[in-house]
Every structure is written in C-alpha cells, then in structure tokens.
C-alpha cells in the first residue's frame, strides 16, 4: 500500500469500509467464523477496489497533463510560424 497525505478520497474509503464491516457485522452476529472470513474478504475486495480505482485516476491525469502540453507546445510552434512569415511579409513590403 502507498504512504499518502490524508486525501478527502482516502477518508470517503476508510468511512465506507467501516460501514460496510459494521453492517456486517450485524448481519452475521453470532457467526463469528463466518463473520471474520466475511469481514478479511470485504476488507480485501475494497482495498483492492480502492486501489485500482486510485492508480486509474492517476492514470488518466498524467494523459490530461500530456494531451495539454502538447497544445501548448503545438501553439508555441504555430505562434513562432505566423510571426516569422509576419516579419518576413513585413520586411518584403518595406523593400
């Protein structure tokens, strides 16, 4: 598991996993094997969940941050072209 700063998506997991093992633990009172093997599956399936969910998401910014510096570096190349066919046309006209 990655060590990250308390993020808001992080605490909307950890909230949610307590629920959902509260919640089973309810339904299974009494049943404590069933329960623990319930409860080390839940926890394992959110993790996993969670995770994956984190390592897309991280994913997906990397290819937004690159699909937008490639604008940026395309537009500064077309900038450059117009002002230098600009001052070449400038400079053709002054002659």
């Not at 404590?32 to 969940?49: H, I, N, P, W």
């Not at 290819?63 to 117009?82: G, M, N, P, W, Y």
Request: proline content about 1%; aromatic content about 8%; glycine content about 4%.
């Amino acid at each position: 598991m990655y060590l990250l700063k308390h993020l808001p998506s992080q605490e909307w997991h950890l909230s949610s996993m307590s629920k959902a093992g509260d919640l089973l633990t309810q339904l299974l009172f009494g049943l404590e094997d069933a329960l623990r093997e319930a409860l080390e599956a839940l926890v394992k399936s959110m993790e996993g969940q969670y995770e994956r969910t984190r390592d897309l998401n991280v994913k997906k910014i990397q290819l937004r941050c690159t699909e937008v510096q490639k604008k940026v570096e395309v537009s500064a190349i077309v900038v450059t072209i117009f002002e230098s066919l600009y001052n070449q046309s400038y400079t053709d006209c002054s002659i």
